[in-house]
């Protein structure tokens, strides 16, 4: 699981530098407008509208941006659109087990889109049911490492909820239960770490370890789903070894 977490960690930071820039804008928006329907408008009093503000920030979103798409989502602004969440289960190359979340507005369109992006990229379509129980839903918090100590981090975070510290070589990475993501992430500020990131994820309770051709095909997919419009996040059981990602580049 830490090559895959270091390879979503390294993905991250360039696509704040490539062409999907604009699509990475979009799926923030609707985070903010999604959680502002659900939870309500204040930052304050909703954490998952919170963390999808900060999100936003952190990757340049401009601020009229997100406060559109923050009144949109509370109602005090027309035009927000009917976002529906929908989970599609699948299979990649090498028998990678892949969850494909979406968020649309039209559930036939992003059907085609995931089905087309899968059939043509080695993937197939899989019944419900039959991918999900590979993943766990996990809170997983990203720290930039700055002057911080594993341990000191562990500690500020233990009591919180958090289940295990993990170093991604620039950052750490925090795991916690997806009910302990807020309290993990309130104990950081306490403690005066910043973090990078604070999200509800799947992470895989099996891995299947990739050589250099197969994780360029699963990398392949999982970038064909991600230029869907209405995808939000590509969740995918593989493992790939530093020497390997080195290789791959």
Not at 38 to 57: E, R
Not at 104 to 112: E, S, V
Not at 131 to 138: D, E, G, L, P, T
Not at 147 to 166: C, H, I, K, P
Request: glycine fraction near 8%.
């Amino acid at each position: 699981m830490s090559g895959h977490s270091k390879w979503a960690t390294t993905k991250h930071k360039k696509a704040n530098l490539d062409a999907k820039r604009g699509k990475l804008f979009a799926r923030l928006i609707k985070n903010i407008e999604v959680a502002g329907r659900t939870g309500g408008g204040d930052p304050d009093g909703n954490p998952t509208l919170y963390d999808a503000i900060q999100k936003a920030k952190k990757n340049s979103v401009p601020q009229d941006n997100i406060e559109r798409a923050r009144k949109r989502g509370a109602g005090e602004e027309a035009g927000g659109a009917d976002w529906q969440t929908i989970t599609y289960e699948g299979y990649g190359p090498n028998g990678v087990a892949v969850l494909i979340e979406c968020l649309t507005d039209n559930k036939n369109r992003a059907a085609m889109e995931v089905r087309t992006a899968l059939t043509r990229n080695n993937g197939s379509l899989a019944d419900p049911g039959s991918v999900a129980y590979m993943f766990n839903r996990k809170g997983v918090v990203i720290m930039p490492k700055g002057d911080a100590a594993e341990d000191d981090v562990l500690m500020a975070v233990l009591d919180a909820g958090a289940e295990e510290v993990n170093d991604l070589d620039e950052n750490f990475e925090i795991v916690s239960e997806a009910t302990d993501l807020v309290p993990v992430r309130k104990a950081l500020q306490e403690a005066g770490f910043e973090y990078e990131s604070a999200d509800l994820t799947f992470l895989p309770t099996v891995s299947v370890p990739l050589d250099v051709e197969g994780a360029k095909k699963v990398f392949k997919l999982i970038d064909a789903l991600e230029d869907c419009d209405d995808v939000q996040n590509v969740y995918a059981n593989f493992d790939v070894s530093d020497e390997v990602m080195a290789e791959v580049g």
